[in-house]
């Protein structure tokens, strides 16, 4: 992340063509100054902890509760780390002759 909070990141075609048709959630956590105050505890089921937040399966949810349980944890008055947040959506390919 840049001094002036941008960042940039840029996704492939072979990163996304494995995707189906939905709507996906992009939470990118920057560290504060004493690392990341939440990260994932457990990868099977995705569980994430952190200084003084409960932890959370997120495993169990759907996509935008996911989200939201992460941003929750990252809200918490305990965590330093900062956030961007946005969503894309992946349609049907259409080709037109």
């Known amino acids: 992340m840049e001094s002036d909070g941008t960042f ?3 996704l492939a075609g072979a990163d996304t063509s494995d995707l189906t048709e ?3 959630y992009v939470i990118v956590q920057n560290p504060g100054c004493n690392g990341f105050d939440v ?6 089921p ?3 902890s952190g200084n003084g937040i409960c932890s959370v399966v997120l495993g169990n949810l759907g996509a935008a509760d996911a989200a ?3 941003i ?4 918490s008055p305990n965590v330093d780390d900062i956030y961007a947040k946005f969503s ?3 349609d049907e ?5």
Do not use: H, K, Q
């Open 93 to 97: 390919s259409w080709i037109w002759i």
């Open 88 to 90: 894309f959506v992946i």
């Open 22 to 24: 939905g709507r996906y």
């Open 68 to 70: 939201g349980a992460l």
């Open 39 to 44: 990260w994932v505890s457990n990868p099977d």
């Open 72 to 75: 929750n944890a990252l809200d």
């Open 46 to 48: 995705l569980t994430i």
């Open 8 to 10: 940039e990141y840029v």
